[in-house]
C-alpha cells in the first residue's frame, strides 16, 4: 500500500517562490506517473504538472514550475517560481500505477499567493 505525504505549503508573495514536497513510502514499483494536482476554490481539480520518462506541465505554470523526483528518498517536488495570485490552491500529489492503472492521492497542501 502506497502512501503519500505533502509538504512545503504556505504564504507566499506574488513573483515568489515555494517548493512543495511528496514523500512517497510502501511498496513503489517502477511503472508509475507522478504528477501534482491543484484545486482552486469552487474548481475541479486540474492537473499541474507530472513526471516519468519525460515530464509535462500545465501551460498556466509551463517555465514557472518545475517538477522533479529523487528516487533515492523517494520524494517528488514541485518547485514553484513567479508565484501570481491565480496559482493559490490546494496542491496534492499522485501516485499512478501504470501495469494495475490505479491512483493513490495525498491529503493535500495549501499554497497561498497573496500580497
Known amino acids: 500500500q502506497v502512501q503519500l505525504v505533502e509538504s512545503g505549503g504556505g504564504l507566499a508573495q506574488p513573483g515568489g517562490s515555494l517548493r512543495l514536497s511528496c514523500e512517497v513510502s510502501?511498496?513503489?514499483?517502477?511503472?508509475?506517473?507522478m504528477s501534482w494536482w491543484r484545486q482552486r476554490p469552487g474548481k475541479e481539480r486540474d492537473m499541474v504538472a507530472s513526471i516519468n520518462t519525460a515530464t509535462r506541465y500545465d501551460a498556466s505554470v509551463q517555465g514557472r514550475f518545475i517538477i522533479s523526483r529523487d528516487d533515492k528518498k523517494n520524494t517528488l517536488y514541485l518547485q514553484m517560481n513567479n508565484l501570481k495570485s491565480e496559482d493559490t490552491a490546494l496542491y496534492f500529489c499522485?501516485?499512478?500505477?501504470?501495469?494495475?492503472?490505479?491512483?493513490?492521492w495525498g491529503q493535500g497542501t495549501q499554497v497561498t499567493v497573496s500580497s
Open positions: 510502501g511498496s513503489i514499483r517502477s511503472l508509475v506517473t
Open positions: 499522485r501516485y499512478y500505477n501504470l501495469e494495475t492503472r490505479t491512483g493513490v
